[in-house]
Nanobody
Framework: QVQLVESGGGLVQPGGSLRLSCAASGSIFSINDMGWDRQAPGKQREVVAV???????YYADSVKGRFTGSRDNAKNTVYLQMNSLKPEDAAVYYCYVRLRRPSGLFVDHWGQGTQVTVSS
């Protein structure tokens, strides 16, 4: 079993910042990619940021220059620093990890989601 525990969501004013964290624990052999998705009401779920095991990053165009993803491999934790938040960033944010099993199989796991609300 693998558990992902997210924290850091909440209410922030436009232009403000939040930092999300997600710690993975349990039966972990090796972690490949880590990242964040989000889903706003009435919208499709979208990939926000991905951080590879090599430290390479991908960001959605809508958050480039404002969001920064990072990871602490020693703690099996992924972070999302969100600056200059806009009302359109409001969504439930889900962390995810791609685990590699000893067999070589990759399996994705998602956190329970944390609400981010951007409003004055």
């Amino acid at each position: 079993q693998v558990q992902l525990v997210e924290s850091g969501g909440g209410l922030v004013q436009p232009g403000g910042s939040l930092r999300l964290s997600c710690a993975a624990s349990g039966s972990i052999f090796s972690i490949n990619d880590m990242g964040w998705d989000r889903q706003a009401p009435g919208k499709q779920r979208e990939v926000v940021a991905v951080i590879s095991s090599a430290g390479n990053t991908y960001y959605a165009d809508s958050v480039k220059g404002r969001f920064t993803g990072s990871r602490d491999n020693a703690k099996n934790t992924v972070y999302l620093q969100m600056n200059s938040l806009k009302p359109e960033d409001a969504a439930v944010y889900y962390c995810y990890v791609r685990l590699r099993r000893p067999s070589g199989l990759f399996v994705d796991h998602w956190g329970q989601g944390t609400q981010v609300t951007v409003s004055s």
